[in-house]
């Protein structure tokens, strides 16, 4: 079993940045990829980027250049940095965390961009 907690969510105004944490615990050793998620309001969750358990980073091609993912293994955390924020970026993020023959999904941070 891996558990997942997701935190640094907040309200941020347009053009700012968040780092986004996603802390596992468990069984971390079975973890493959990590990856993260988001989910707007009345829309589909949508894939947002993937690192895997060697470092090796995949993004959606809407968010290159703006979100960076990053992992420390040393505390089973990977991290999303998103910057240059825009109202579209307002969502509930996700990170999930993939073994052999299962998924395992946090319960989500609030990302809110307004002024």
């Known amino acids: 079993q891996v558990q997942l907690v997701e935190s640094g969510g907040g309200l941020v105004q347009p053009g700012g940045s968040l780092r986004l944490s996603c802390a596992a615990s468990?069984?971390?050793?079975?973890?493959?990829?990590m990856n993260w998620y988001r989910q707007a309001p009345g829309k589909q969750r949508d894939w947002v980027a993937r690192?895997?358990?060697?470092?090796?980073?995949n993004y959606a091609d809407s968010l290159k250049g703006r979100f960076t993912i990053s992992r420390d293994n040393a505390k089973n955390t990977v991290y999303l940095q998103m910057n240059s924020l825009n109202t579209e970026d307002t969502a509930v993020y996700y990170c999930n965390a993939v073994t052999i023959g299962r998924v395992y999904w946090g319960q989500g941070t609030q990302v809110t961009v307004s002024s």
């Open positions: 468990g069984s971390t050793f079975s973890i493959r990829d």
């Open positions: 690192i895997s358990s060697a470092g090796s980073t």
